[in-house]
């Protein structure tokens, strides 16, 4: 199975400060048809997970610009330019690349 | 809106029977594949198993901890899928989720499974 590593496993962030998350995995995630399914998820206190980020660097449908994704084969990045106090929660990092598609260990980010 | 509903969870003793159902609106359901996945208390999230849509045949795909203990069906005149899993065990307890599509960009609220004796 591949293993997805994320750090780091928290952080702490100042309101308006940028942060980043990596993500790495054990083997690429470049699938046959050029594309890479690398995905990132905010699990929001007390709520189901939503997606953020599809295929590495996309933004799904009512994500805030500030949130961006990065990367290429084995190492990816999550970045959000100006934490607000509504991006509290846990991030995950996904693979659908190859199966059984697997996790990171989520990244737990907290407001100063 | 998409939406999307898990519903059938509760307590169960170990070896025991249970089957989840997803039920979904908002969206074209037969178009697209239905995933599960799970969270155990305080744990991270765990990949459980997706089945396709008709068009790309149906088929199904399972992690290695539920293979042939879980088989994940849909039925596409009702909008709803299942996930029926058999032989419990104790770490299968967790709160589990229906997404729309192996891309899981949209789910629903979870539904509590716990196996206990």
């Known amino acids: 199975d591949i293993v997805m590593t994320q750090t780091p496993l928290s952080l702490s962030v100042t309101p308006g400060q940028p942060a980043s998350i990596s993500c790495k995995s054990s083997q690429s995630l470049l699938y046959s048809n050029g594309k890479t399914y690398l995905y990132w998820y905010l699990q929001k206190p007390g709520q189901s997970p939503q997606l953020l980020i599809y295929?590495?660097?996309s933004r799904f449908s009512g994500v805030p610009d500030r949130f961006s994704g990065s990367g290429s084969g084995t190492d990816f990045t999550l970045e959000i330019s100006r934490v607000e106090a509504e991006d509290v929660g846990v991030y995950y990092c996904m693979q659908g690349t190859h199966l059984p598609y697997t996790f990171g260990q989520g990244t737990k980010l907290e407001i100063k | 809106e998409v939406q999307l509903v898990e519903s059938g969870g509760g307590l169960v003793q170990p070896g025991r029977s249970l089957r989840l159902s997803c039920t979904s609106s908002?969206?074209?359901?037969?178009?697209?594949?239905v995933s599960w996945l799970r969270q155990a208390p305080g744990k991270g999230l765990e990949w459980v198993g997706f089945?396709?849509?008709?068009?790309?045949?149906?088929?199904?795909e399972y992690a290695a901890s539920v293979k042939g203990r879980f088989t994940i069906s849909r039925d596409d005149s009702k909008s709803i899928a299942y996930l029926q899993m058999n032989s419990l065990k104790i770490e299968d307890t967790a709160v589990y989720y229906c997404t729309r599509d192996s891309v899981s960009d949209y789910w629903g609220q979870g539904t509590l499974l716990t196996v206990s004796s």
């Open positions: 089945i396709r849509s008709k068009r790309y045949g149906g088929t199904t």
């Open positions: 295929e590495i660097s």
């Open positions: 908002g969206f074209t359901f037969g178009d697209y594949a």
